[in-house]
């Protein structure tokens, strides 16, 4: 599952505990057959809106389905991704990326705008947003005057952990059962996407070393499989099938496998705004399963919590040598790992669901309504013409490639 159905999942174990609780989706798979669920389309969404008391929504849903905004609801959005922020790395640099970025401003003011309330993820996202409320006039005289409170605008609600510990459904699934590992390697992990934002250079290069240094250090890519980009730069490195190994996307009810039966976690990135407020879920499995984390410096979880309460090692910005030199450290340092582990373990209560999830329930408890203000239906209309100009460029593009 993806970011937002991994996160929505878990809020509706904790809000069922205390509301009933729907889910709409825009796709559905085995994993939610059992929850509450339905394909998100306009005839659903018009069904539930007729039902609900609260909607809770983050991304696009509020661009693409604005009836949410026509009826009288109380609307929470959610912020926990900053994704204005990932999209700078992502849009070109000419006419249509700049074009589609003001479109990508104009859809989160719309959401800062309608929301009654806010989530997002850590106390630098939270400044963050703040800043935006303030700047684009949805903190004003009036509501400020109800609710001076940061709290009654804008709460705390990470991306937590699971309740319960991991189990593993299949052991040693790397040592055992995976071509290319032994039962003696020390494995490190690559857990989750394989974003453009997220510096994955730096981590071939630093096994390109190790290859020679330690042929036992092994790396394990969840997702490598289906980026040729990646896969090309491990075989110009010779490291391809040999100390790293290039994995297909895992069953989220199955990623425990893989993490357990690695060594530590890893994560890189770059020096951006992108890294400065976000809130790397993968950090959260590796402490989930107590997996000490070597993590580039400068984000949330690394700066705060992996440095801070000595759960893994902060590495510099894209230095392959020193990354090298630290995985090596750290194979042959046993009694490191154990105490970073142990680290890991006195944290984790704080960081499950039915701990982070505290802001939301009392909201949902006692919500509240705050003024809205109107929409420039000409900005919007231009909006959903850029959009869809991009979709079908898009599909171009796929049908010319196949």
């Not at 204005?84 to 990508?104: K, Q």
């Not at 090298?324 to 154990?338: M, P, Q, R, W, Y």
Request: include cysteine.
């Amino acid at each position: 599952m993806a970011g937002p159905s991994i996160r929505y999942y878990n809020f509706y174990l904790e809000l069922s505990k205390q509301h009933e609780v729907r889910i709409l989706l825009s796709e559905l798979n085995g994993f939610t057959e059992k929850l509450p669920c339905e394909l998100l389309t306009r005839k659903s969404l018009n069904y539930q809106l007729q039902w609900c008391d609260i909607v809770i929504t983050q991304g696009l849903t509020l661009f693409y389905y604005p009836k949410l905004k026509k009826v009288n609801k109380i609307l929470v959005i959610d912020l926990y991704d900053p994704f204005i922020l990932e999209n700078l790395e992502i849009r070109p640099n000419n006419f249509l990326g700049s074009s589609l970025y003001n479109v990508d401003l104009r859809i989160l003011k719309e959401q800062i705008m309608q929301g009654d309330y806010f989530i997002c993820s850590n106390e630098r996202q939270m400044d963050f947003w703040v800043g935006i409320l303030a700047i684009s006039g949805a903190v004003d005289v009036e509501n400020y005057a109800q609710r001076k409170r940061i709290a009654d605008t804008i709460g705390l609600v990470p991306f937590g952990i699971p309740n319960e510990n991991p189990e593993a459904t299949t052991p040693h699934i790397l040592r055992e059962n995976t071509p290319g590992f032994h039962n003696d390697d020390f494995i490190v992990i690559w857990s989750g996407g394989t974003w453009g934002w997220l510096d994955l250079d730096t981590v071939i290069d630093a096994f390109a070393l190790l290859k020679e240094a330690n042929p036992r250090v092994k790396l394990y890519i969840m997702g490598g499989q289906q980026n040729d980009k990646l896969k090309e730069k491990c075989e110009k490195k010779g490291v391809l099938n040999k100390n790293v190994f290039l994995g297909n996307w895992v069953p989220y009810n199955e990623r425990q496998n893989y993490l357990l039966d690695s060594d530590i976690g890893l994560v890189t990135h770059f020096d951006s705004l992108e890294t400065r407020y976000s809130h790397r879920t993968r950090v959260l499995d590796y402490i989930w399963c107590e997996l000490p984390v070597v993590s580039t410096k400068g984000d949330y979880l690394t700066d705060e919590l992996i440095v801070n309460m000595k759960c893994g090692v902060s590495i510099e910005y894209t230095n392959s040598d020193q990354l090298a030199a630290v995985i090596l450290k750290l194979a042959n340092d046993d009694a490191t790992i154990s105490k970073f582990s142990s680290n890991m373990a006195s944290i984790k209560n704080d960081l499950r669901w039915q701990v982070v999830m505290k802001d939301l329930m009392e909201y949902c408890s006692s919500p509240y309504k705050v003024k809205k203000h109107k929409e420039n239906f000409l900005l919007r209309t231009c909006d959903t013409v850029i959009y869809k100009a991009k979709k079908t460029i898009y599909h171009l593009k796929n049908k010319i490639k196949r």
